[in-house]
């Protein structure tokens, strides 16, 4: 039976490799692994979601609505933007923060945190809110709170891998002098 995950935030806040050390993670055990990203204005704060899905009985990268068994977001508001496609006993780790689009802004529509992790809490039950700000002021670098997302979801149990293996193939793809901390962010959430 395959694991389907989706991973979402906004351009430079780290999906991307953290969906790699996903599929990297359980490549090398031998099980298949499907991927697929849509990256927007990415290096402009747009929208970046990663498909992942892992199983022998994987066919296709995509992940259709209802079908996500976890949510991994990196900003609340693309996690709700993305809450259609999750299971419906799938589980939400959500940053607690939001980075407000220009079309908010001059808008002047309600686009907070608060609001956004409430209706997230309103339309599942299994939602585990990451205080990301904190976490990785504590850290020392903001650049960390992919790991410390994609460690909160290993502790969960539903991505099947342990944190040890994401440590071992995070260390081969950044640079040694960053490998400590990303280690730490990873172990920061149980």
Do not use: H
Request: aromatic share 4%; charged share 20%; with cysteine.
């Amino acid at each position: 039976m395959s694991k389907n995950i989706i991973l979402c935030g906004v351009g430079g806040q780290g999906t991307v490799l953290a969906s790699k050390i996903l599929s990297a993670a359980s490549m090398e055990k031998g099980i298949k692994v499907l991927s697929a990203e849509t990256i927007g204005m990415s290096q402009r704060g747009g929208s970046v979601t990663s498909f992942v899905k892992i199983g022998n009985d994987a066919y296709t990268p995509l992940i259709g609505k209802g079908e996500a068994d976890i949510i991994i977001g990196f900003e609340a508001g693309e996690t709700v933007r993305m809450l259609p496609y999750l299971k419906k006993d799938g589980t939400v780790i959500v940053n607690n923060n939001v980075i407000k689009p220009v079309t908010a802004s001059l808008s002047g529509m309600d686009y907070t945190a608060d609001s956004m992790i409430q209706y997230l809490k309103n339309k599942t039950e299994n939602v585990k809110v990451v205080d990301g700000d904190r976490v990785t002021m504590e850290l020392g670098s903001a650049k960390v709170l992919n790991m410390v997302l994609l460690g909160a979801a290993i502790s969960t149990g539903v991505l099947d891998i342990t944190k040890d293996e994401a440590v071992r193939i995070m260390s081969g793809l950044v640079k040694e002098k960053f490998i400590s901390m990303n280690e730490k962010a990873l172990r920061a959430i149980d």
